[in-house]
């Protein structure tokens, strides 16, 4: 069975430029959730998905941060413009269904804003 | 005061070692507690989930979960170089799903 698919895997972008993450999560996994993971710290929740439908977006900057989930299976993450403070690991996780608490994470997306 | 505490570590043991690695908490609502492993440059890799107290075994790894304490465990057996690598313990409450993290140990195993 095939994982939680990101990419890109790393970006370097200038300050005040837009970017954007894809995930693809594992097959039947409903939900979908963003996190992001500053150096030497545990990830933090950004978004939520549960199908097509944004659950939890209560920490995600919403003046420069966009995500989308379209049909209920792939999502995109997008941060415009970015700022120097935005460079860290992008993880994109999934989970079975409405019922499990096991989330299973991708290989994450590391931005760089110079 | 953040709501899951974990030491980061750096923590070092000779090949076949017993690690132990732990995490507090202060929010009694958790009732789902995972152990997570994430080598370098790679995403947290699912080792254990729980629900509520008690243990549970799997293979060379044992979590445990004391809500009375507000404290979770993670033991590794007959360490392996293999398992450096930083854990991450995270936990969740019914409802909410999103998982909170401690920043995790970095543990290295000496061959």
């Known amino acids: 069975e095939a994982g939680v698919v990101q990419s890109p895997r790393y970006k370097i972008i200038e300050k005040k430029q837009p970017v954007a993450f894809w995930c693809n999560p594992i097959?039947?996994?409903?939900?979908l959730y963003w996190y992001l993971q500053n150096l030497g710290q545990g990830p933090e929740l950004l978004i939520r998905?549960?199908?097509?439908?944004?659950?939890?977006d209560s920490q995600l900057p919403k003046d420069r941060f966009s995500a989308e989930r379209l049909k209920g299976v792939d999502s995109t993450l997008k941060i415009q413009p970015a700022e120097l403070g935005d460079s860290a690991v992008y993880l994109c996780?999934?989970?079975?269904?409405?019922?499990?608490?096991?989330?299973?994470f991708g290989p994450g997306t590391r931005l760089t804003v110079t | 005061q953040k709501e899951v505490e974990q030491d980061p570590g750096p923590l070092s043991v000779p090949e076949g070692a017993i690690v132990s690695l732990n995490c507090t908490y202060s929010?009694?609502?958790?009732?789902?507690f995972m152990w997570y492993r994430q080598y370098s440059r790679k995403g947290p890799e699912l080792l254990m989930y729980?629900?509520?107290?008690g243990n549970k075994e799997d293979g060379r790894f044992t979590a445990q979960v004391d809500k009375s304490s507000k404290y979770i465990s993670l033991f590794i057996r007959d360490s392996q170089p293999s398992d450096s690598a930083t854990y991450l313990c995270?936990?969740?409450?019914?409802?909410?799903?999103?998982?909170?993290f401690g920043s995790g140990t970095r543990l290295q195993v000496q061959p």
């Open positions: 929010n009694s609502a958790f009732q789902y």
């Open positions: 996780a999934s989970s079975p269904g409405t019922v499990s608490y096991e989330q299973y």
């Open positions: 097959s039947g996994h409903n939900t």
């Open positions: 995270a936990m969740s409450g019914t409802g909410r799903r999103a998982l909170t």
């Open positions: 729980t629900y509520s107290s």
């Open positions: 998905y549960e199908n097509e439908e944004a659950v939890d």
